[in-house]
């Protein structure tokens, strides 16, 4: 009775295990902004995928899918939310942090020419600069922009940013001295 018990009790825990292991799997394939082509436009939007939803979904059947977020919301709220095909065929391809990561691969920073490398965004995010030379940090961008803003903006680093950004708060204290 004891072994009976004890055979139970693991195989409801490897289940559990498996099932939990398949939300994880989609929350994490499904989390995070993404920029599509709006199918009804044609222009670019921003969106994020319920991914919370999707997870919970998962254990119970196939997910269906379906948007948390759109930049064209509330005004296209009620639309069939087509482009998430877009999404289901290539996930990866449209997050935002993939577009903006291989804007910076190979590239080096305006200002002091330091090659960017791997990119740590939790910690001294790289920043861009706008064609009037103000630096700027991502969350200041609108995300559906994104592609327009890549093409008309170059990168900068996080110490850049920072430098720069006094300079142009604090014009009276920068003293700029000639290089030798
Ligand atoms: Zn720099």
Request: proline residues 7%; positive net charge.
């Amino acid at each position: 009775m004891k072994y009976v018990l004890l055979v139970l009790v693991i195989g409801v825990a490897v289940s559990v295990t498996i099932e939990l292991t398949r939300s994880l799997r989609t929350y994490f394939k499904f989390r995070g902004k993404r920029i599509i082509s709006c199918p009804e436009n044609y222009q670019p939007a921003a969106v994020r995928v319920a991914a919370g939803n999707a997870a919970v979904e998962t254990t119970l059947r196939a997910p269906h899918l379906h948007l948390s977020e759109c930049s064209r919301w509330p005004e296209k709220e009620g639309c069939g939310q087509e482009c998430l095909a877009q999404i289901q065929e290539a996930p990866r391809a449209c997050l935002v942090s993939t577009i903006v990561n291989q804007w910076y691969a190979g590239q080096s920073c305006v200002y002091c020419h330091k090659a960017f490398g791997q990119i740590h965004w939790h910690d001294h995010p790289p920043a861009l600069v706008d064609p009037l030379r103000k630096t700027l940090q991502w969350n200041e961008i609108p995300l559906e922009n994104l592609q327009q803003t890549m093409a008309t903006h170059w990168p900068v680093c996080w110490n850049c940013h920072i430098a720069e950004t006094f300079r142009r708060e604090h014009p009276e204290l920068v003293t700029n001295r000639p290089a030798h």
